[in-house]
Nanobody
């Protein structure tokens, strides 16, 4: 499985960006996928996850502003980020967790930089 993230950039506070992650390989519609971010000097954190059951979970700091969506036909997941704040500046990573029989596999995309600054 390979994950290719795109869509990062520089945006002013209050602005919007849309990140996209294209997955290739043996990935199924019920595999868990998510977006994580890592700010300078901080640990990587989960921002939004679509679970294997289809639930969408968001970190509290982005609830109401970020929306994660999934297109199973295209094998893509997007993260629509609205009302961005400077603390949203980070490298954003696409993630996939696959269970095959009893084995867990985890994959990461290359990361895309999001900078929120005036």
């Amino acid at each position: 499985v390979q994950l290719q993230a795109s869509g990062g950039g520089l945006v002013q506070p209050g602005g919007s960006l849309r990140l996209s992650c294209a997955a290739s390989g043996s990935i199924f519609s019920n595999d868990e996928m998510g977006w994580y971010r890592q700010a300078p000097g901080k640990q990587r954190e989960a921002v939004a996850v679509i679970t294997s059951g289809g639930d969408r979970n968001y970190v509290d700091s982005v609830k109401g502003r970020f929306t994660m969506s999934r297109d199973n036909a295209k094998n893509t997941v997007d993260l629509q980020m609205n009302s961005l704040k400077p603390e949203g500046t980070a490298v954003y990573y696409c993630n996939a967790v696959l269970w095959r029989a009893t084995r867990r596999y985890e994959y990461w995309g290359q990361g895309t930089q999001v900078t929120v600054s005036s």
